[in-house]
């Protein structure tokens, strides 16, 4: 969605360091997530939000923290990535359970 | 047990054929259901949403059967461009999660 933007694309990074990546909505949509993506285990929920400084855990969150310090923007950060979160990160923005998600252009990160 | 299971497939059929997902879910409690599309390294796309009464749009029809826990999609006269990965994703009425399904791969064969 062209509402949706992801940074950066593309990260190849060293074991031990810290990562952040950033989703920037236009949609104004109050609830945003994070979401990786592995063969074999579909997409799972690392953290969401549901309002400016309101997030909680999703099923995969350990390793992971988020912040979002305004509607537009969800960071997540890997205080010190491993290469088990070598993986396809997808950010998502929604209005409500009955409103479907709507997807950034995801983020490939290689954890070396 | 995953909150939602389908078929991983892979499902290869020819151009003009009919093929049906069917996907299961976990909890009796939930309350919104879609089917996505995702081409190969792209992000899922709304396909369309499920309804109780079911629905369609153009080829592909959409159903819930909430007695046995699960929804389907149809498609219909298949194409080249409908290759591509189905997940089906729900949503449960205690929080705001939704939880996928990994996806049911579909090949269209001229």
């Known amino acids: 969605d062209a509402g949706i933007t992801q940074s950066p694309r593309h990260k190849v990074t060293e074991t031990g360091t810290p990562v952040t990546l950033r989703c920037h909505q236009t949609?104004?949509?109050?609830?945003m997530y994070w979401y990786r993506q592995d063969p074999g285990h579909g997409l799972r929920l690392i953290h969401y939000?549901?309002?400016?400084?309101?997030?909680d855990k999703g099923e995969v969150s350990d390793g992971y923290s988020v912040s979002r310090s305004k509607t537009e923007d969800f960071l997540l950060t890997l205080e010190s990535a491993t290469s088990s979160q070598t993986s396809v990160y997808f950010c998502?923005?929604?209005?409500?359970?009955?409103?479907?998600?709507?997807f950034g252009n995801g983020t490939r990160l290689t954890v070396t | 047990r995953k909150e939602v299971e389908q078929d991983p497939g892979p499902f290869n059929v020819p151009e003009g054929a009919t093929v049906a997902f069917n996907c299961t879910y976990s909890?009796?409690?939930?309350?919104?259901f879609f089917w996505y599309r995702q081409d190969c390294r792209k992000e899922p796309k709304l396909l369309m949403s499920?309804?109780?009464s079911g629905n369609e749009d153009g080829r592909f029809t959409a159903q819930l059967n909430r007695a046995s826990q699960y929804i389907s999609l149809l498609i219909r006269d298949s194409k080249l461009s409908d290759s591509a990965t189905y997940l089906c994703?729900?949503?449960?009425?205690?929080?705001?999660?939704?939880?996928f399904g990994t996806g049911t791969s579909l090949t269209v064969i001229p």
């Open positions: 998502a923005t929604g209005q409500g359970s009955n409103s479907p998600l709507h």
């Open positions: 949609e104004n949509h109050r609830y």
């Open positions: 939000s549901y309002g400016v400084k309101d997030t």
């Open positions: 909890n009796s409690a939930s309350q919104s």
């Open positions: 499920v309804y109780s």
């Open positions: 994703v729900v949503n449960f009425r205690t929080g705001n999660q939704f939880y």
